[in-house]
């Protein structure tokens, strides 16, 4: 989601008061991680060729003489327009769009009749996170499997006439359309089959299935019954209704689907002098006037009426697309922050980290790592890895280390001195026990993503024009960084020739890391861009989530370029090792209005499936008068977030 001052005229939630760091500027040592770069450049050309090791989600490794070849496709110009581009030689269908029916006996989209009713067996709104899960489980399928998506927000103003386009006005919604956005929120899970050269949704298959803003969850992990998570309608702490603002996400190595709940300070109005929870509201950022109305017709939503209720939000949801009975779950040993998403690697002992950033301005990353090790063999035995094991937050230091400081109850200042009794404390109040460890205060954490091949870490840094000069350090260069920047973490063994995921120790506690490349324009000397050799007009701005394909390539898509650099967003392609490294080529642009979202690959490679989210939410852009009608362009239909599929007219691989 943007952050809200992107949007004109609202309420600036997002945006708390900076940090006044004691660090210095380090430009200096800046230059000495990009020079260094350069001589890693002359290593890594080989490790794309690498094994992929233990399971990581579903992607399958390339052979050997395929890693390594270019990106071949041609590549665009930027620009801003009601329709989205390709480069010559590609196509995109819709595969699934808000309100298409999904589960048996929906209504076909009536955009007269958005309602609960309807919304709660239709493909929701504002998909965001994708996962392509193969059918039967277990295989390589690239033709049929089970589309995960989340929904992560509603854009009122384009779903309902008389609606403002400015979103802070969206208090004036009536009862029935809290209800209806209640339901187009949350996630689905849909079958999809490619048939020819189509997909098409399966919208009678038995896996379908929504989760909405009400759905039952299961709470588990040590935070799961803390007197701090009951409520009136659940005074055991076990069960909460619903999830929301799902951002990223990401797939377990056992093949479940994982996903951030965001920014939940949107839904929840605080009680500013609560007695014991005051200070977590405002560490959220929860203010008392949200901007949505949920709280007037749903009262959990009010927190002078239920205090816990946004202490059971926050959370990294997981689940299984497989098992349409499943009850999803919060993880709470993954914290409560503004999860932007949330990626698994196998460790080479075999327990899995889970990497997951906090996006606002001047907030953290994190990893947790599982006690308990992967069994390939026996899925049921991973169905609870994630309920112990250590959280970790980042701390990035001058010279090329980084540090991971646990955030473990009794250690360090977690304990009843500053106010935590339990682990169960130290979760709910994750940013807090992050403050009081001196981790680094970065520019907005999204994606974080391990390349599964060379098992090195991505972490998208999406921007932050209030950093002031005197709070620059060597992970966040830039003062008033509008461009965002892309930073490599490099686990033990997972550096140079021989990186391997296999090799990597995803749970060592000190790695080094790397600037992988700073947005912007290069031919701006003002920007202060870094990439690769011979990047043009594939220069980005606020870059958002990645991918990587099965021959080692980082697909990078963006949320803002609009605001940025005045174009549409985008999804660019690059190497990550040899020449031309972090040269970013542009593939896509999106409709105006819309962020892309989700990328991800069938693990052919063949097929990349992306999220086109709020298509036309931008100034003065209204349901009676959109920016775009996107993707149906049919009079009276407004614009509808569509996950799409990119497919080569020739049938190769997508970038081949
Ligand atoms: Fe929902 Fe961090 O973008
Ligand atoms: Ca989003
Ligand atoms: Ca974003
Ligand atoms: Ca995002």
């Known amino acids: 989601m943007r952050d809200n001052r992107d949007r004109p005229g609202q309420a600036d939630s997002d945006d708390i008061a900076g940090n006044p760091s004691e660090n210095k500027t380090f ?46 496709f041609t590549e665009i110009k930027h620009g801003l327009d009601d329709k989205h581009h390709l480069p010559p ?63 992560e ?5 384009l779903m309902w006439t008389g609606i403002p386009s400015n979103s802070a006005k969206h208090d004036i919604l009536n009862r029935d359309q809290v209800m209806a956005e209640i339901a187009a ?47 009136k309608a659940d005074p055991d702490g076990l069960k909460s209704l619903g999830t929301l603002n799902n951002c990223a996400g990401g797939v377990t190595p056992w093949g479940t689907c994982l996903s951030g709940e965001e920014n939940i300070n949107n839904y929840f109005a605080a009680d500013p002098k609560h007695p014991t929870e005051a200070g977590n509201y405002k560490r959220m950022t929860i203010p008392e006037k949200p901007r949505q109305p949920w709280y007037k017709f749903d009262e959990r939503f009010d927190l002078k009426k239920e205090p816990h209720e946004a202490n059971r939000f926050g959370w990294v949801i997981e689940v299984d697309p497989y098992d349409p009975r499943s009850t999803p779950v919060k993880r709470t040993s993954l914290g ?29 990353v994190y990893k947790f790592v599982t006690a308990g090790k992967f069994d390939a063999k026996n899925r049921a035995a991973n169905m609870n890895l994630l309920d112990d094991g250590t959280l970790y937050v980042a701390k990035f230091n001058a010279d090329g280390t980084m540090n991971w400081l646990p955030l473990t109850f009794g250690q360090g200042p977690l304990t009843a001195a500053n106010g935590f009794r339990s682990q169960g404390d130290v979760l709910i109040e994750t940013r807090r026990a992050a403050d009081l460890s001196g981790a680094t205060k970065m520019d907005r954490p999204e994606d974080i993503e391990p390349d599964p091949h060379t098992g090195r870490v991505y972490v ?24 965002g920047h892309i930073i490599e973490l490099i686990p033990p063994g997972s550096e140079g020739p021989k990186g391997r995921i296999a090799n990597s120790d995803h749970a060592a506690t000190t790695f080094r890391w790397e600037m992988f490349l700073m947005g912007g324009d290069p031919s701006n000397a003002g920007h202060g861009a870094k990439y690769g050799p011979g990047v043009k ?11 990587f394909d099965r021959r080692g390539h ?31 080529k542009l593939f896509f642009n999106a409709p105006r209005g819309a962020e892309v979202c989700g990328p991800c690959f069938t693990p052919d490679a063949k097929t990349l499936f992306l999220a086109i989210q709020h298509p036309g939410e931008e100034k003065g852009s209204t349901f009676a008068k959109p920016s775009t009608r996107w993707p149906d362009f049919k009079a009276d239909v407004p614009p509808r977030p569509s996950v799409i599929a990119v497919t080569k007219d020739d049938g190769g691989e997508v970038g081949g």
């Not at 007269?112 to 295989?139: E, H």
């Not at 020819?196 to 038995?206: C, I, L, Q, Y």
């Open 460 to 483: 998208i840094l999406t921007k932050n024009a209030n950093r002031k000069p005197q709070e620059t350090e060597p992970a966040n260069p830039r003062s008033e960084n509008k461009f």
């Open 185 to 231: 929120t949350g996630a689905s899970v849909v079958e999809i089959k490619r048939e020819g050269k189509d997909w098409k949704a399966v919208p009678d298959s038995r896996y379908n299935r929504r989760v909405t803003a009400a759905t039952p969850f299961r709470i588990a992990g040590p935070a799961a019954g803390h007197a701090r998570m009951k409520t």
């Open 153 to 157: 927000f509603n854009n009122a103003e």
């Open 336 to 364: 409560r922050v503004k999860h932007e998403g949330a990626t698994c690697a196998v460790d080479k002992s075999g327990r899995v980290a889970v990497y997951t950033g906090d996006d606002q301005l001047y907030e953290y």
């Open 27 to 72: 430009h200096d040592v800046l230059e000495a991680r990009l020079t260094r770069r350069t001589v890693l450049r002359g290593l890594g050309t080989g490790a794309a060729a690498a094994a992929t090791g233990p399971v990581l989600g579903v992607l399958a490794a390339a052979p050997a003489e395929a890693a390594g070849k270019g990106l071949s």
């Open 537 to 547: 007009e594939g220069y980005l701005a606020a870059p958002d989530n990645l991918a």
């Open 554 to 584: 980082m697909w990078i898509v963006t949320d803002g370029q609009d605001d940025a650099i005045g174009v549409a967003d985008s999804v660019y392609a690059c190497d990550i090792n040899g020449p031309r490294r972090a040269s970013t």
């Open 89 to 151: 030689g590609y196509t995109a269908q819709v595969v699934v769009r808000w309100g298409d029916p999904i589960i048996k006996g929906a209504p076909v989209f009536d955009p007269q009749k958005v309602t609960a009713a309807a919304q709660g067996g239709q493909f929701g709104y504002n998909c965001d996170f994708l996962a392509y899960m193969p059918l039967p489980r277990g295989s390589n399928s690239s033709t049929n499997g089970l589309l995960f998506s989340n929904h």
